[in-house]
């Protein structure tokens, strides 16, 4: 579902996720619940703030919350219970983006392959590096 926000092409932060995706924010624990949150509201706020991106739109893939813009590749969030201290900033595994977020923040990151970007739930989130991880992989068609 396309978001609206100030203008009419970009998100609003604190809009509500549509009821399909709020089933899935409120399917998780309460601490990765609000990581989640946390992270929906940097992923809108960066898409606000990158020249480029289009409309958002937030939706579900394989279950979990998915955002993507025609300008990029769709950022998806996840989170399994075999690893509940794990968050994960999920990609397309064919794009570049793991490998670019690994050399220039392989020392603040974890990774795992080529599809996503690990955080701990019980760490703050390092938010103007996300923002730039958010901002690549929603400009990643532009290049």
């Not at 619940?33 to 946390?38: D, E, I, L, S, T």
């Not at 670019?100 to 603040?108: D, L």
Request: net charge positive; glycine share 6%.
């Amino acid at each position: 579902m396309p978001l609206t926000g100030t203008r009419p092409d970009k998100p609003a932060a604190s809009e509500q996720p549509p009821q399909k995706v709020r089933k899935a924010f409120d399917a998780v624990p309460e601490r990765v619940r609000h990581k989640w949150y946390a992270l929906r509201a940097l992923i809108l706020q960066t898409a606000e703030a990158t020249p480029g991106v289009g409309p958002l739109t937030e939706t579900l893939k394989w279950g979990e919350p998915s955002y993507a813009a025609a300008s990029g590749t769709p950022v998806r969030l996840g989170w399994k219970p075999a690893e509940p201290d794990t968050i994960k900033l999920l990609v397309h595994c064919q794009t570049s983006l793991v490998d670019g977020w690994r050399e220039r923040y392989g020392e603040m990151f974890r990774f795992e392959g080529t599809r996503a970007l690990l955080l701990d739930v019980n760490a703050p989130l390092p938010d103007a590096e996300l923002a730039h991880c958010i901002a690549m992989a929603l400009t990643y068609k532009r290049r």
